[in-house]
């Protein structure tokens, strides 16, 4: 039996820093909701990235 390839859901958009601390912007390829991972050291969070009105930003999804 052959093994699914499976899409990856999230794409990197934009990455900086290094050396265990940094932030990464992740795009959801279903949504094209944004969302921001920073990290530091050994720890990290991720929130939805907002506009000024509070709104999440969406980058708009294309079909591949």
């Keep these: 039996m052959a093994k699914e390839k ?6 990197v958009k ?6 265990g601390i940094g932030t990464t912007v ?5 949504t094209g909701v944004n969302y921001l991972f920073a990290q530091g050291g050994y720890a990290g969070g991720l929130t939805v990235l907002v506009d000024a ?4 930003i969406v980058t708009p999804v294309t079909e591949e």
């Design 53 to 56: 009105m509070g709104k999440p």
């Design 14 to 19: 934009s990455s900086e820093g290094g050396w």
């Design 26 to 30: 992740l795009v959801d390829k279903k």
């Design 6 to 11: 499976k899409d990856k859901r999230f794409v």
